[in-house]
């Protein structure tokens, strides 16, 4: 399908539609795909997504027989744009978050987070905010959807040390947090 596919709302915020024995079925990266109805198609290239809030997604018209991405449209209060990205093959049970512990400063928010494991869960902790879980989604890629970074890109030496990372959300991009202490 011209459809199928993994679109990015904002950083760290990826959803994956994919082509089901009963139709096109839409759901957060990395979410179980077990029991999805498929969406209804309501248009050429507009699908429901929740009939109760009137939210559907309607595909840009496919170049090369795929989508470059959709809009998420809510009822008329407007629409999110997303955009369809790649992502290589990766398997979240090889990562060894154990690696990505430590603390992390961002000079230019002047502020710490404290990256532990929690329950094997590699877990951000920060002084004034609830404590979240990084969700490995690539190499050296991480989603924090229930906190504040919802996207980490680690950064690394010539040599492969780890070296901290960048953050983003939808206000901020690629904010620097460089490792300050490895323990």
């Not at 994956?16 to 077990?34: H, I, K, M, Q, Y």
């Not at 109760?52 to 309607?58: E, N």
């Not at 840009?60 to 997303?82: K, M, R, W």
Request: glycine letters at 10%; proline letters at 6%; charged letters at 20%.
């Amino acid at each position: 399908s011209a459809y199928a596919g993994d679109y990015e709302f904002y950083p760290g915020a990826i959803f994956s539609l994919r082509v089901e024995a009963n139709g096109l079925t839409f759901a957060p990266l990395g979410v179980g795909r077990d029991g999805l109805d498929p969406l209804p198609q309501i248009g050429q290239r507009r699908f429901m997504l929740n009939p109760q809030a009137d939210i559907s997604i309607v595909f840009a018209s496919p170049l090369n027989g795929v989508s470059a991405g959709f809009e998420y449209q809510i009822g008329l209060h407007g629409t999110l744009d997303a955009k369809r990205i790649e992502l290589g093959p990766f398997d979240q049970e090889s990562v060894n978050r154990n690696n990505y512990v430590g603390i992390y400063y961002s000079e230019e928010l002047e502020t710490i987070y404290r990256l532990t494991l929690v329950d094997g869960k590699l877990t951000a902790k920060h002084i004034r905010l609830p404590a979240f879980e990084l969700t490995p989604i690539q190499d050296d890629v991480f989603t924090g959807l229930g906190g504040p970074l919802q996207k980490v890109e680690f950064t690394r030496s010539t040599d492969g040390r780890l070296t901290g990372f960048y953050a983003s959300a939808p206000v901020a991009e690629r904010v620097e947090f460089k490792l300050i202490d490895q323990n």
